[in-house]
């Protein structure tokens, strides 16, 4: 089978022709250690390894789920972390709250940041690799912990970002004390299991529903006990789900919080908020 006929695969299945032409690219890079350089100067593929592709390809095909479960690696501003089905595949949404969040440690000179459901680790890991912080990231699933842990290994963070399994602040001391609390926590209200992307449905549930209606829960128990983890001048930063910008500031508002920014992502949906302790 020729390399363009297994991208065939891909978009009989229903997958954009341009997003199938990346996803090849990646197939071949992973599971044939083939590069754009050997298909350009035309190296010839072994047949294993083409026929491996062309597996992963249909697998891809018939499942749909993402491909970044397929590889086992998903690129976040610039790095590759490491991702299976216990994690949430990074948002490039999701920089925004990191650079936003980088911003507020160097404005602050912050020494130490929570970052709570961490998931794989991409935003402690992101912070922790841009800034001077020392940064905690905490999961209630073990699996999520490990492919945390392990991104920062990869990452060589050693000394400066760390992981804990906790429920929220189960396993937070009260004598321990933030600059920051930043979280991408689940957000998405129940009701829309049902009208989520096919390839979303890989995703873990525990990562992306809540089970009230208005999908605020996580932000509600977090940012209720955040005054007391929270140094003087301490923020609190999230990132939201559509329409939930008010929502949010709200409960920011009415917890002791001041300063509410929102800042919009390239779709002009507000998708985070910051805030500053009283
Ligand atoms: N913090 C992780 C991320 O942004 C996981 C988020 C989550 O599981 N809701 O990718």
Redesign the pocket.
């Known amino acids: 089978m020729l390399i363009q006929e297994i991208e065939q695969i891909l978009i009989n299945s229903g997958i954009e022709p341009n997003e199938a032409k990346i996803e090849i690219k990646l197939l071949l890079e992973y599971f044939a250690n083939f590069s754009l350089i050997d298909i350009l100067t035309g190296k010839k593929l072994d047949d294993a390894k083409l026929k491996l592709v062309e597996e992963k390809a249909r697998l891809r095909a018939s499942t749909h789920q993402p491909i970044q479960y397929i590889i086992g690696e998903a690129d976040?501003m610039g790095e590759k972390f490491k991702v299976d089905k216990s994690?949430?595949?990074?948002?490039d949404e999701?920089e925004i709250?990191v650079r936003e969040t980088i911003k507020l440690v160097n404005e602050n000179n912050c020494k130490s940041v929570l970052?709570m459901?961490?998931?794989?680790?991409?935003?402690?890991c992101m912070i922790a690799k841009l800034t001077n912080a020392q940064v905690i990231?905490t999961?209630i699933s073990t699996e999520?912990l490990h492919i945390a842990f392990s991104n920062m290994e990869k990452m060589e963070l050693f000394n400066k970002a760390s992981f804990r399994k906790s429920d929220l602040y189960s396993k937070i001391r009260e004598d321990e004390k933030f600059d920051i609390i930043v979280?991408?926590?689940?957000?998405i209200p129940p009701k829309e299991k049902q009208t989520i992307q096919k390839e979303v449905s890989f995703e873990?549930d525990?990562?992306?529903f809540t089970k009230d209606e208005k999908g605020l829960e996580f932000y509600e128990k977090i940012i209720q006990e955040a005054p007391k983890y929270l140094n003087n001048n301490g923020h609190i930063l999230f990132?939201l789900g559509i329409g939930q910008s008010q929502d949010v500031a709200k409960i920011m508002l009415n917890n002791g919080f001041e300063n509410i920014e929102i800042i919009k992502d390239l779709a002009s949906i507000d998708r985070v908020i910051s805030g500053k302790i009283k």
């Open positions: 976040f994690v949430l595949i990074p948002r999701t709250l970052d459901c961490t998931g794989s680790g991409c935003i402690a990231g999961d999520a979280s991408n926590p689940p957000y873990p525990i990562a992306l990132e």
